[in-house]
């Protein structure tokens, strides 16, 4: 298949015309119908396949509508006003964090569609300025470098809310989280369950809601010993994304408000030893796209 395509592209074959033959808008109509690795794939056979690869009505079509409203989250030095569109959405695809760092938003690099990740630092988490309850423990294993840990509590609540002008789409909030606390030792890494508990005695229950009336929610045992095909007897030392639900953004709105939270407030136990890392929000297709072993 390579050899057929370098051949082809050689202008100085006896067999007839080749792709370097095939005028650039033409290619250019031919990469609307392809995805962005793709393209930049294809960008290498010869000059008119590159010189398509960069027009601005091929990368305009994968962009979301209000790329504009996306670029508001750079700062005002960062922002570039003459940039091609291809150059927008190679901006777009790499995480653009806001909120003072605490949110980050970017473009499926195959798709072009709007992901969204929330750290536990945005949210609002019951008791944890009291280092007796929680911790915040650094990681490279999150995005944002940093997970809440919880030790013990008895009123376990944790809420957040986001405001900010989503394509339309149908969209799936989940939770990160891990039962056991993680380290590293001598290049390993390592569970400690000496504060798990709790987590297996009742469910707990995940909500969210928008502006707009929608609502989902579903309960969980985070510390089940069921089987599971995925993470075998149980899901410790794993992370696993908990789903809580789909909400709908037609685009009529300028901004859609998501509010979403998890809760345990059966104070006749107490729980611990939970990580809590971000709560991520994907176009609900993509997500099952990309399902694998982390998803619940």
């Known amino acids: ?98 909120d003072d760092g605490n949110k980050e938003v970017w473009l499926d690099r195959v798709t072009g569609r709007v992901c969204m990740s929330i750290s536990a630092k945005a949210m609002s988490i019951n008791g944890i ?5 929680w911790t915040w423990v650094p990681t490279e294993e999150s995005r944002f470098n940093t997970v809440a840990y919880l030790q013990q509590i008895w009123w376990f609540e944790v809420d957040g809310e986001v405001n900010f002008p989503f394509p339309a789409d149908i969209y799936t909030l989940s939770f990160r989280l891990h039962v056991g606390r993680f ?33 989902a929610s579903c309960e969980c045992c985070l510390d089940e010993t069921d089987h599971d095909d995925t993470y075998g007897n149980h899901k410790r030392g794993y992370w696993v994304d908990y789903k809580v ?13 998501v509010r979403f939270s998890m809760k345990q407030i059966d104070c006749t136990h107490s729980k611990g030893g939970l990580c809590v890392d971000s709560v991520f929000i994907i176009p609900s297709d993509l997500r099952e796209c990309k399902r694998g072993g982390t998803l619940k």
């Open 183 to 215: 380290s590293k030792r001598l290049g390993r890494r390592i569970c400690n369950y000496e504060q798990t508990h709790g987590w297996d005695i009742k469910p707990v229950r995940f909500e969210l809601s928008t502006l707009d009336g929608q609502q």
């Open 1 to 98: 298949m390579g050899a057929s395509l370098s051949n082809l592209a050689t202008n100085g074959s006896t067999n007839g015309p080749g792709l370097g033959d095939i005028p650039e808008s033409c290619v250019a109509c031919v990469f609307l119908y392809l995805t962005p690795p793709e393209i930049c794939n294809l960008a290498r056979l010869n000059r008119a396949f590159r010189g398509a690869s960069s027009a601005d009505s091929v990368w305009e079509t994968k962009l979301p509508p209000n790329y504009q409203d996306l670029l508001h989250v750079l700062p005002t030095s960062e922002r570039h006003q003459n940039l091609s569109k291809k150059d927008i959405f190679a901006l777009l695809s790499r995480p653009l964090p806001f």
């Open 245 to 257: 639900g789909e909400f709908i953004v037609s685009g009529s709105e300028p901004t859609t408000k």
């Open 129 to 133: 300025d009291d280092r007796r309850y």
